[in-house]
């Protein structure tokens, strides 16, 4: 035996396989470069047998012996400083192979039965990974599916943790436990849409056993870990599945203690599991391309919540067709990026502090759904495609045990797509609130599209125009306008005497313009006859943020027309109606002028020391 081949049994410096596998001539080197790194198997030199202990020597005279799989390596009387290598791990299988060394009789570690092993001498063999990755396939994983690979990966995250990585389709009885300081990844073609496809990592539950009372495909933590504070985990390019549809992908549900921060997902793909991620106990969490699909009963589709979450980031996520996609109860965070399609409940249930800042929902139920807020919650740049049956823009949540709905939202430059059918049944917002803690909605530069094919273009409708109320006893929800908080808004008939409504005009150019609010005939006594009965209008020049007021004429003794620059001085001038609340519904606002502006729905939630008043000039005559 020569001196490279053999090394001393003594020695506690850990050699990688490719270390290893170089120093032993260009055999070795043949082999490390991709004659055994794989599955693939490796041909005798030209000239050579290739029996069960055959040698495949290099020029320098160093041979590592090859044997078939770990039942023939194990069966053999080897010595101490041999280096082995199997071409499956279970014979015939085509997978598994990997590079021994023979530590001798004397190691003082035990051999696991799953990547280190005893020879028929009692030796330790000992499995060299490669720059410290674990392969599942050498520790007796099957990738094929053939076979519950459970024992085998679970040894690997339990005992060994690190890099662990994987290349098939691998059936699992129970749920995987992961722990602190794990990374499972894959080939990045594990988030393609066949989820056996040629290269991906795909980890299948079969059955619903369960840990700690959660039947999912990975758990974070288990019942009995000293440490239960899961961190720094890292699942990237794998798919999570279910043949009889585990309640979830992942779980680090709500039990004594348990958290799990500074984790990352990327490209992971979760099916047929009635939900897909779900946190309690979260923070630090980032979400990146994560894929969710429901399975026969939907569920949730990204949960991050209960206490003491904050910090989680959603970026470019998608959901289709779960009964919710995102609830995010955590604060200081945000969803960037991401889709919810055909979300059978809610799109958003959204939290204290929580932004949604370029998203997507179509066909959804409820689109924002604010979750026990102390503060409006924030939506930026959202686009909506409205059900033909009936999308409700924002709803707030209802608390079965008190009986009573909580939050307020603010929509920011979003765009609500809707043919005919659904802005008929298009519901603005639903929203309850007690006296002790009003709620508010808002929609600034956000409007009702439709696209019309005869002209290639799409026909954009304030929001107000859809203002449709679901319960209109409720004397505790607030539309803002404009500069004042005030502003409750009820049905006519139930409309409290000091209710008012403020609707705030931005105007950019100067010049002369004519503002105009028109209620129907048919929504004015007698059918409107007269139309300064339901007509008002004010005639008015801008002139370098100056105002003169040419004209004005109301229908009701409670109107007032105000003129504002708001105080960061943005060089527009801002009109302000106020409006009796009865009339407000069915008003139709018109502006003839130099340019088309920018009108605000339900303008911005901010105090009046935010604005400056303009006093208009003399009336012209």
């Known amino acids: 035996m020569s001196d490279n081949q053999k090394f001393e049994k003594d020695s506690s410096a850990p050699i990688s396989r490719r270390t290893l596998l170089a120093s032993a001539g260009m055999a070795g080197a043949a082999l490390a470069a991709g004659g055994f790194f794989g599955n693939s198997a490796w041909g005798a030199p030209e000239g050579k047998e290739h029996p069960l202990a055959s040698r495949l020597c290099g020029e320098d005279g160093a041979c590592p012996i090859v044997f078939p799989d770990v039942a023939a390596m194990k ?12 071409i499956s791990y279970v014979e015939g299988a ?5 590079t021994y060394l023979n530590r001798g009789s004397d190691w003082p570690q035990v051999a696991d039965g799953f990547g280190n092993h005893t020879d028929a001498s009692g030796n330790y063999l000992e499995l060299l990974e490669e720059d410290g990755i674990r392969h599942i396939d050498r520790y007796g994983a099957d990738p094929t599916g053939a076979n519950d690979s459970w024992a085998a990966i679970q040894h690997v995250l339990t005992n060994l943790q690190g890099h662990v990585t994987g290349c098939g389709d691998y059936s699992v009885s129970k749920p995987l436990v992961i722990r602190s300081a794990t990374k499972l990844s894959g080939p990045i073609a594990s988030t393609l849409s066949s989820p056996a496809s040629t290269g991906s990592f795909t980890i299948r539950k079969i059955g619903n056993a369960t840990v700690d009372g959660a039947d999912a495909v990975l758990v974070f933590g288990q019942e009995g870990d000293s440490v239960k504070g899961i961190r720094c985990v890292v699942i990237e390019d794998v798919s999570l599945d279910s043949s009889s549809e585990a309640a ?4 680090c549900g709500r039990r004594s203690s348990f958290s799990i921060s500074q984790a990352e997902f990327t490209r992971v793909t979760i099916r047929n599991c009635t939900n897909g991620i779900w946190l309690d106990n979260s923070w630090l969490v980032t979400y990146n391309k994560v894929s969710m699909g429901a399975g026969a009963s939907p569920g949730v589709g990204f949960y991050s919540g209960y206490f003491n979450s904050t910090s989680n980031h959603y970026y470019g996520c998608y959901t289709n067709s779960v009964a919710i996609s995102y609830w995010v109860n955590s604060t200081y965070s945000s969803i960037n990026g991401c889709a919810s399609d055909g979300a059978s409940e809610v799109a958003y ?4 502090m929580v932004s949604i800042n370029d998203c997507g929902a179509e066909f959804c139920k409820i689109a924002v759904q604010p979750y026990y807020t ?21 709803k707030n949540y209802f608390d079965n ?15 609500f797509s809707a043919n005919t059918a ?11 609130a007690v006296e002790a803690k009003q709620e508010t909605v808002q929609f600034i530069d956000s409007y009702v599209t439709t696209y019309v094919p005869a002209s290639n273009s799409s026909v954009f409708t304030n929001v107000w125009a859809y203002t449709k109320l679901v319960d209109a006893t409720n004397n505790h929800v607030a539309l803002h306008y404009g500069p004042h908080k005030k502003g409750i808004i009820v049905a006519d008939s139930v409309l409290a005497s000091d209710t008012n409504r403020y609707l705030l005009t931005r105007f950019r150019h100067d010049g002369t313009y004519v503002l105009t609010l028109e209620r ?25 943020g100056k105002v003169a007021l040419v004209n004005e004429s109301r229908f009701d003794a409670v109107q007032q027309v105000t003129f504002w620059q708001r105080a960061t001085h943005d060089n527009y001038v801002y009109v302000q109606i106020k409006l009796r609340g009865a009339s407000a519904p069915a008003t139709i606002q018109k502006i003839e002028g130099p340019g088309a502006e920018t009108r605000y729905a339900l303008s911005i939630y901010e105090t009046p020391s935010n604005y400056t008043q303009i006093m208009p000039a003399m009336p012209i005559a």
């Open 75 to 86: 069966a053999y009387e080897g010595a101490a400083g041999e280096v082995y290598i199997t």
């Open 94 to 98: 085509g997978y598994g192979g990997a």
């Open 248 to 251: 979830y992908g992942m779980w």
């Open 349 to 352: 249930r959204i939290g204290n």
């Open 374 to 394: 102390t503060k409006p919650v924030q939506v930026n740049n959202l686009l909506v495609i409205c059900r033909g049956d009936g999308t409700t823009l924002v």
């Open 401 to 415: 045990g008190s009986g009573v709905q909580t939050g307020s939202a603010v929509f920011y430059n979003c765009t």
């Open 422 to 432: 659904a802005k008929a049944a298009l519901v603005t917002y639903d929203l309850y």
């Open 520 to 544: 129907p005939e048919s929504d004015v006594p007698n059918n409107g006859a007269n139309p300064f009965d339901r007509t008002l209008q004010v005639k008015f020049i801008l002139s370098g």
